[in-house]
Nanobody, 123 residues
Framework: QVQLVEFGGGLVQAGGSLRLSCAAS????????MVWFRQAPGKEREFVAA????????DYADSVKGRFTISRDNGQHTVYLQMNSLKPQDTAVYYC????????????????WGQGTQVTVSS
């Protein structure tokens, strides 16, 4: 089993920045792509960003392009999400996820999930 644990959520004013981290352990392999999703109250869990094991490919939701940056440190089995120019619409619980196959933007394709970390952006 793979364990994923997110860190870095909190309260920030609009226009501010946060950096989320997700540390993997257990049977995690560095070849797994890693992905961030988010879920706001009453809404579906939505794709945010993804990165391949080597970092050669990244993918972002249109709503965060130009503001968020995903990266990973395979030596520490950690993926990061740098979030800049935050908006109230970014308020959600942010989850990291992993799978052994290629990147997918569909939450149901991911068997491994972190517990989530709350990001709240005030206006």
């Amino acid at each position: 089993q793979v364990q994923l644990v997110e860190f870095g959520g909190g309260l920030v004013q609009a226009g501010g920045s946060l950096r989320l981290s997700c540390a993997a352990s257990g049977r995690f392999l560095s070849t797994y792509p890693m992905v961030w999703f988010r879920q706001a109250p009453g809404k579906e869990r939505e794709f945010v960003a993804a990165i391949t094991w080597g970092g050669g490919r990244t993918d972002y939701a249109d709503s965060v392009k130009g503001r968020f940056t995903i990266s990973r440190d395979n030596g520490q089995h950690t993926v990061y999400l740098q979030m800049n120019s935050l908006k109230p619409q970014d308020t959600a619980v942010y989850y990291c996820a992993a799978r052994r196959l290629s990147i997918s933007t569909m939450a149901h394709d991911y068997p491994y999930w972190g517990q989530g970390t709350q990001v709240t952006v005030s206006s």
